[in-house]
Structure formats: C-alpha cells, structure tokens
C-alpha cells in the first residue's frame, strides 16, 4: 500500500510576502520530482488556501483560485503541515477581512497542534500571525529580526529566540526572514525523504544546507560538492542515496562508464577529497542521523553501510568526529 503524501496547506493573505511561500513551495516540488524520479511516490501534496478566491502577492501578482482553508473534516485524516508567511512592513496588519476569517480558522483548529499529525511552519512573520491566533503561548519560536519585538509583545509567554535560522518545538516550526523559510524546509524534507533527498534539493536551487536549527554548518552531503562535473555529481548522488551499497572502486567506475583511475582522479580534481574517503563521509554522516534518529550503534552501522559496529567506531575516530557514536543518541530503537 503506497504511503499517502503530507498534504501542505500554504495559507495566503493579501500582500503575502511572495519568497516567503515560492521558496518553500519550489522546495518541496523539487524534492517530489527527485523522488519520482527514483520510482518513488510523491511525498507532498500542495494546496494554495485563503479566505476567499483569490489573494494578491508582495509584489503584485494575483493568486487565483485559491482552495478554501481545509475544513475539520479534511485535517483529521493524514498529516498536513499548516504554512503561515510574513507581509511586507514594520508590524503586521490583520484588519482585512480575509486576515480576519484566517484568524478565526486558526483558533478554532479542530486538532492539537503535534509533529506527525498537524504541523504548524511559519515563515518571517508568520510566526506574528500564530501569536495572534494564541498557537504560541508558552511555545519556543523566532521571527524576521525587525518582528522580534511585536512578537513578544503580541505573545508575552512566548520564548522568542534571537538570531535563530528557525526553531522547532514539538509541531510548530518558525523561522527567520524570507530565504530562511527555504532552510525550514530542508530540514523538513530532511526529516521525511533523507538527508540525501534534502541535499539534492539544496543543490538543485543552489542554496546552502543546514543540518538542523541548532547547527548552522554546511550538511556533510553537501561538503566536495562546489563543482560543475556531472560525472563527480552523478556519482555523488548514488552514493548519498544508497551509502550501505559496497562503494568499491569498480563499482564507481562501472556507473561512471570509465576506469578507476581515472574515476578516482576525477574525484581529487574536481571534489578535493578520493572516492574511498567520500564514501567513508558520507556513511559517517548517515550513521550519525541515523543515532540522532534513535538507533542503536549496530542498527546504525548497518543503515551507513558499515559491516560492523566495531567499523563504525574505527572510521568515526579516525576522522576525528567529537564523542563517541554510543554517546550521540540518549534512547536506542532496533528497526
């Protein structure tokens, strides 16, 4: 039975800020191209809601045959992620009468906000528009720096975190201004289609990856990949996809349609770093969101492509990775 897709409601006012959803939205109808393209299902349904029919963008295009916000009926089957963006100016204005009927829909939300089940992610000051429906009291959240301050005035017991790319907290995502919005959604992807699926969208829009909202380093599946050889990137996608494949050098040399060495002296010129040690990286990094995910050291050694726990170990050390891999995840999953 195919899973079915999260089903994306990007909820729209007159004057929405355009990147704010165009980004996202762009995100994620890359990342079902690239899934499909694998003869995988799509993971994400799109719909564009409003209050009424219609609603014009920050820069003046209109949006036309805008669906009606999902009702209680729709929202209590499946997951669906709820998408609230900024508007243009120094505080946000809710007195139009589609503001007004959103508002009234987001307070009367028929379910409790929770990950996996009704997702709230909102992008600049989105976030100004959850406080004034009441969906942050007590909640950790951020916003575009020049709404920092409405934010907490509009929402006292929020925790509103400063200087922050986005904050998640149980189902509710915020994030800073505009281009950030596109960051949230990678690490959404990331949560569910892969890390690997995450960094081709990255690099198919030619933005940077962060890992996660704590961590504003570039993501080890993008690292050796700031070069134009489809070959290098041909290989560097199958690898990431399918790391517990034996990446041997024959191997790489059979999909590239060429020798080993000169596979391997594609991989120094163009990447900086051997196909063998890439490789290595790269099952370093799955086995490390695999622990951060929960799983055991040998479960996670097993998903990277390690042949043993005792493997994994080795080449962590060897890279000079911080801790140990027992040390990364506080509660062990088997499958």
């Known amino acids: 039975m195919m899973p079915s897709p999260t089903h994306v409601h990007f909820l729209l006012l007159p004057g929405s800020i355009l990147l704010d959803w165009a980004g996202p939205a762009e995100a994620l109808r890359i990342a079902n191209q690239l899934h499909m393209a694998q003869g995988q299902p799509a993971l994400w349904e799109l719909h564009f809601c409003g209050a009424s029919g219609q609603a014009s963008s920050s820069v003046g295009a209109v949006i036309q045959s805008l669906e009606p916000l999902p009702s209680a009926a729709t ?125 081709q969208v990255a690099q198919t829009m030619v933005v940077a990856l962060r890992r996660g909202p704590h961590d504003p380093e570039l993501s080890p599946f993008l690292s050796y990949r700031q070069h134009i050889h489809p070959t290098v990137h041909r290989l560097q996608d199958a690898i990431s996809q399918q790391p517990h494949l034996n990446w041997s050098l024959p191997r790489m040399a059979e999909l590239a349609h060429s020798s080993t060495r000169h596979v391997a002296r594609l991989f120094n010129v163009h990447a900086g770093i051997s196909p063998l040690e890439y490789v290595q990286r790269i099952r370093l990094a799955t086995a490390q969101a695999a622990l951060q995910a929960g799983y055991s050291v040998t479960k996670a050694a097993e998903i990277a492509g390690f042949s043993s726990d005792g493997q994994l170990r080795r080449s962590w050390h060897a890279l000079g990775m911080a801790g140990a891999p027992s040390s990364v995840t506080s509660h062990a999953k088997s499958s």
């Open 75 to 199: 929202l209590a089957w499946g997951v669906h992620w709820l998408v609230l963006v900024g508007q243009p100016g120094g505080n946000v204005v809710l007195d139009h009468p589609d503001a007004q009927t959103l508002l009234r829909w987001l307070r009367a939300l028929p379910v409790p906000l929770a990950a996996g089940r009704v997702e709230l992610l909102c992008v600049c000051a989105g976030a100004v528009i959850a406080a004034h429906a009441g969906l942050l009291h007590q909640r950790h959240a951020t916003t575009h720096h020049q709404h920092l301050d409405e934010l907490r005035t509009v929402a006292p017991t929020c925790h509103v975190q400063d200087n922050r790319v986005f904050v998640q907290d149980d189902g509710i995502y915020t994030s800073a201004g505009m281009t950030t919005g596109i960051d949230l959604f990678l690490h959404r992807i990331a949560a569910q289609g892969g890390a690997a699926l995450a960094a």
